[in-house]
């Protein structure tokens, strides 16, 4: 039994949600996810379909043996019996049987269409189907629920039979019977009054199950919430086939923050922003920045007008406080900020401006200046930082110089492709030449730097570039392309962001990586020169 039976948030990531392009699931992420969704405390996990494929029948497997929930209950999903086969004969039946599951999740037509054409039976023998198969697994201890698929195409198509599936699944024992627009082509009005008609026509438990192929999914849910739905089924960041299924992220921090109805365990959405990323880097699908709630986007700020307001009251520009999902406010340098974004932004990166005016004044000038150039500091705090440590002071902060670079890339037959970098650099007072290799320009110019001075920054070993962008900007008077380079890198312990803006591409990543290894270095304690 889930924490809250009253209403079920109902994850399918695991089975749903993997359906989407370009998203593969091992055994192992299928676990480590579980058990991320397990901590952010929703209430049901849908695991697959073990029987249908040897990846979902090994997860069930190892399932029984490595994965101790805390919150959630483990659903195995599969379908009805087959058309004119005994309940128990079904091998599929009996592998959701066998699962180890307390609870199934069957799926059933309810569109007379695809009765007939889809499964080539009768609509009197799908009723059967769909009793014999809940009451079956019924019989056999588990806890059943219904997914009555194309449900509101069923319902537009043969109202009578969309609601007598409903009827026949709620009389057989079904705990929840899910009406799922699997199309993904219902409207939030439409979708409600739907759902009210069937409350109204039937003693059965309702869940909804939604598709964002309108932009809707949410807005359905939480319209089918409101009209007496209380089991609602998504995927942790909207995964899912097409344009993905409903957020439940999303869908959570509403009832949560706006309706305040608790479904999950007390303090649980403070993780949200952790879990949802955490799946991310299991998924490998790169987080949207926009995705409400726990985007990185979804607290930021940029124009120097809401910066004005937040200072004297942040809520004046934010729908609810970052701290509820476990996320921040972030302040955004561009060229349209004004003071107060430099102030609040300054204030985050722990730089104390001191309420110097003409100082702040000076960095936004500076900060329009460089992005009239193609800078933009939103993505480079450290570069940012630095640059207001260098307005505070009068000297930028400086541990080398460089001098001099070089780099030659040449193809050879025997060994594929070699780049080399030669660089000279001023440290401690001391001219240095050296040299490095690396699989591209920027990668060797980088090694080239830590041989030359670990010398006198050991402190340099500890750091690694992560990652690298580069984009083309548009040409200025007839001066050719602009490039722009951002250079990620990590100590492990955190991660800054860098910039670099030139005509060369190689010259704006030295520009990055000229910050990224001063910036390193203040991190690790090292006073500049």
């Given at each position: ?56 029948t090994e997860f069930f497997d190892r399932a029984k043996k490595e ?463």
């Amino acid at each position: 039994m889930p924490v809250n039976d009253t209403f079920h948030i109902y994850d399918t990531t695991l089975r749903d949600g993997a359906q989407q392009e370009g998203l593969n699931l091992s055994v192992q992420d299928k676990l480590a996810i579980a058990r991320h969704l397990d901590d952010l405390g929703v209430g049901f996990i849908e695991g697959g379909w073990p029987g249908a494929n040897p990846k979902d029948t090994e997860f069930f497997d190892r399932a029984k043996k490595e994965l101790k929930l805390k919150n959630a209950t483990f659903v195995a999903f599969g379908a009805t019996r087959r058309p004119n086969v005994k309940a128990a004969d079904d091998a599929l039946l009996g592998a959701l049987r066998d699962s180890g599951a307390p609870a199934v999740t069957l799926v059933a037509k309810s569109f007379d269409r695809h009765v007939d054409l889809a499964l080539k039976t009768t609509l009197d023998e799908n009723l059967a189907m769909i009793k014999d198969s809940i009451e079956h697994l019924r019989a056999e201890g588990q806890r059943v629920f219904l997914d009555a698929e194309h449900f509101f195409d069923g319902y537009r198509s043969n109202r009578a039979y969309a609601l007598e599936v409903v009827r026949t699944a709620a009389a057989a024992g079904a705990d929840v019977i899910a009406l799922c627009d699997t199309n993904g082509g219902m409207l939030p009005d439409e979708l409600s009054q739907v759902v009210h008609d069937v409350l109204q026509a039937s003693n059965a438990r309702l869940g909804i199950h939604c598709h964002n192929d309108t932009g809707c999914a949410v807005a359905n849910s939480m319209a089918a919430i409101a009209a007496g739905a209380t089991h609602v089924q998504g995927t942790l960041n909207g995964y899912g086939e097409r344009t993905g299924n409903a957020d439940l992220v999303t869908i959570i921090a509403n009832l949560e923050l706006k309706k305040k109805q608790l479904v999950l365990p007390k303090d649980a959405l403070r993780e949200a922003f952790r879990i949802s990323h955490a799946i991310a880097e299991v998924t490998n699908v790169s987080s949207s920045a926009r995705q409400p709630y726990v985007g990185v986007s979804a607290f930021a700020h940029k124009a120097g007008l809401h910066a004005s307001a937040i200072k004297v009251d942040p809520s004046l520009y934010q729908h609810e406080d970052p701290e509820s999902v476990g996320n921040d406010m972030r302040m955004l340098v561009s060229e349209m900020a004004g003071r107060a974004s430099i102030e609040l932004k300054s204030v985050e990166l722990g730089v104390d401006l001191g309420g110097d005016r003409e100082l702040i004044g000076r960095v936004v000038d500076r900060v329009k200046n460089l992005e009239a150039q193609g800078f933009t500091f939103e993505a480079a705090d450290a570069s940012f930082e630095l640059l207001l440590l260098e307005e505070m002071s009068g000297k930028r902060p400086t541990f080398f110089t460089i001098n001099h670079w070089a780099t030659t890339t040449e193809r050879t037959t025997k060994s594929g492709i070699t780049t080399k970098a030669e660089v000279s650099v001023t440290a401690n007072g001391k001219e240095l030449s050296c040299g490095g290799s690396g699989n591209g320009p920027v990668n060797a110019i980088d090694n080239a730097l830590r041989t030359g001075l670990k010398e006198f920054y050991p402190e340099l070993e500890v750091l690694e570039l992560t990652d690298y962008k580069v984009r083309i900007l548009e040409g200025r008077l007839g001066t050719g392309a602009i490039t722009r380079v951002l250079v990620e890198t990590s100590d492990g312990k955190g991660e800054w962001n860098t910039i670099g803006v030139h005509e060369n591409i190689i010259a704006a990543s030295a520009m990055a990586l000229e910050d990224a290894l001063t910036f390193g270095l203040l991190r690790q304690g090292r006073k500049p020169e």
